[in-house]
C-alpha cells in the first residue's frame, strides 16, 4: 500500500510564528506534490503544490520544501495567523492521472492570537 | 471555468431509510471523479472512484455503492443507511495532466 505520512497529526504555533509540516512518501512514480487547506464544514482547497524538479515552492506565506533524496516535502506557514487554523493535507499524486492521489492523514493547525 | 456541485449540504436521515448523493462537475469533459468520506476530526478516507461512465471501484466494503450514469454525473447510494454512515461526504474531479483533486463543499450527513 502506498503511503504518504504526515506529522505532526496536530500543531499549536503562536501568532507570527513559523508552522512547519512534514510528509515522506515511499513511490518514486509520484510527481506532483500539493497541499490542501481544510476549514471546518468545507472541502479541501488546494493550498500550494511543487513538482519534483524544483527544491522550494513560495506563494506568499506559504514556502513548500522538497527533497527528493529523501523523498520528503514540507509546509512552512510564516508569520503565522489565527486565520491560518485549519486542518492541513499533503498529498502525492502520480502522473497517471487514473492512478489515485495518495494523502496525508492531516495536521489539525491552531494560531493563538 | 470549471465547477463542481454537491447537494445536500447537511442531511439527518434515519437509520434505514436510503441515500443518493449526487455530484456533477462543469466545463470539462471525461473527468476522474471521487466519493471520499471524512469521520469527525480524521482523515480523507476514498470510497469510490471513477475513470468513465459506468466504471466504478471501490475502495472499501462497505453499505455504500456508487454509479456514473453521465461523464460529469456522481451518485452516492444506500439503500440502508446505518449508524456509521455518519460522516462529511466529499466528492472530487481530477482532470488530465498535472493537477490534484478539486474538491466539493461536502454533505454532512448524520444517521439517526
Known amino acids: 500500500q502506498q503511503q504518504v505520512k504526515q506529522s505532526p497529526q496536530s500543531l499549536i504555533v503562536q501568532k507570527g510564528g513559523i508552522s512547519i509540516i512534514n510528509c515522506a512518501y515511499e513511490n518514486t512514480a509520484f510527481d506532483y506534490f500539493p497541499w490542501y487547506q481544510q476549514f471546518p464544514g468545507k472541502g479541501p482547497a488546494l493550498l500550494i503544490a511543487?513538482?519534483?524538479?524544483?527544491s522550494e515552492k513560495k506563494e506568499g506565506r506559504f514556502t513548500i520544501s522538497f527533497n527528493k533524496s529523501a523523498k520528503q516535502f514540507s509546509l512552512h506557514i510564516m508569520d503565522s495567523q489565527p486565520g491560518d487554523s485549519a486542518t492541513y493535507f499533503c498529498?502525492?499524486?502520480?502522473?497517471?492521472?487514473?492512478?489515485?492521489?495518495?494523502f496525508g492523514k492531516g495536521t489539525r493547525l491552531h494560531i493563538l492570537p | 471555468s470549471q465547477t463542481i456541485h454537491q447537494w445536500p449540504a447537511t442531511l439527518v436521515q434515519p437509520v434505514g431509510s436510503p441515500l443518493s448523493l449526487e455530484c456533477t462537475v462543469e466545463g470539462t469533459s471525461n473527468p476522474n471523479l471521487y466519493w471520499y468520506r471524512q469521520a469527525a476530526g480524521r482523515g480523507l478516507q476514498l470510497l469510490f472512484y471513477?475513470?468513465?461512465?459506468?466504471?466504478i471501484s471501490s475502495e472499501v466494503p462497505q453499505n455504500l455503492s456508487a454509479s456514473r450514469p453521465q461523464d460529469r454525473q456522481f451518485i452516492l447510494s444506500s439503500k440502508k443507511l446505518l449508524l456509521s454512515d455518519s460522516g462529511f461526504y466529499l466528492c472530487a474531479w481530477r482532470s488530465g495532466g498535472y493537477g490534484g483533486y478539486t474538491f466539493g463543499s461536502g454533505t454532512r450527513l448524520t444517521v439517526v
Open positions: 498529498a502525492a499524486a502520480p502522473m497517471n492521472r487514473d492512478d489515485k492521489i495518495i
Open positions: 471513477s475513470v468513465g461512465i459506468g466504471q
Open positions: 511543487i513538482r519534483p524538479d524544483v
